[in-house]
């Protein structure tokens, strides 16, 4: 009867994790998903007490032990690994032998994993496929959010980088290059700010457009980055000024060098539907050290006055930032008398 077709068809939809056992304690047959546990392992022919080792009761030593106990919880591991744990009831059969209905209990998602088991592995009434299904809908909750998480994530980096961005060059902004100087300057690093002002930039507009304009501001800030290093952070902070920052850069005779390339390099026509765009730029550099007490508004001034003195010089030249002596009479430099003193 143990291993009537029909019988074993049965056993195998109703109770998938079944063992039966001779009265011998041998097993005769065991369910299709107790044998996806151990697949390379025939547990036919076995002895039961020696596949599972029993935890509770134990007092149960033999397959008498065994039949003794029936209709109570068994507790049960594999004896080799992994050491499974399962949870057992055991029923005699007549005429000799018993049928144990084993499952996973509590221990059903870490089987799920260690075996790869689904819900083909389970009786339909199987209370494990109802959590098996609240499993997965869990899975599949915790991937949309965190999908949702990335995709939020990813707007928001989106959206501070536009925030720092200028849109036409794709440079810093002026909200990028105040963070990016008040880290060094909270940070005690040694840089130079070097401020750029394109000449003859406003012809462009007035002969040839804004969109010739803008073709020359995206071929300047090209130009820029291309002669920058990653470290250096390259700002468009409005119209057709610019900002470069040098990290860990206070050599006099590299940074005029930088700026004579750049200068050369503007100089070079920039043609735009079939006219040439003709530039150049006037650049002013300032060195953190120059300051006593740098900051952020205070290096800009101080690199404009540079500037100012590259413009005056006639334009498409640069000039450092040259701080006035502490011991200087500010008064007796900026006050000029208008006509000599009676010496009477």
Known sequence: MLCEPQFVTLM??????????????????AGPTLKKLRPAAQMQGQRFMEVFELLRPRSVASMSDLMTVSGAKLHLQFRDVPRTALKGLIVPLDGGGAV????????ILDAVRDYDLNSADFAATDLAIELLYLVEAKSAAMEASRSLNQRLQGAMIAAEEQAYTDTLTGLKNRRAMDHVLERLISG????????????YFKAVNDTLGHAAGDRVLQEVAHAMVEMTRDRDTVVR?????FVLIFDQLQDRDRLDSIAQRLISRLEEPIPFDGQLCRV????????????????????LHA???ALYQAKRAGRACHRFYEPIPSDTDIESVLIVPTSPMNPD
């Not at 195998?12 to 005769?28: A, K, N, S």
């Not at 005690?188 to 000449?199: N, V």
């Not at 902070?237 to 000024?241: K, L, M």
Request: hydrophobic share 40%; proline share 5%.
């Open 280 to 299: 150049s730029a006037s650049i002013g550099t300032v060195l953190s050290g120059d300051l006593v007490s740098p900051d952020g508004p205070g290096l």
């Open 12 to 29: 195998d939809q109703f109770c998938p994790m079944y063992v039966l056992l001779d009265e011998t304690g041998h097993i005769v047959q």
């Open 303 to 305: 690199a404009d006055m």
């Open 100 to 107: 144990l209905n084993l499952s996973f209990g509590i221990s």
């Open 188 to 199: 005690g690093a040694r840089f130079s700010l070097m401020h750029l002002d394109l000449d």
């Open 237 to 241: 902070i409005g119209g057709d000024e």
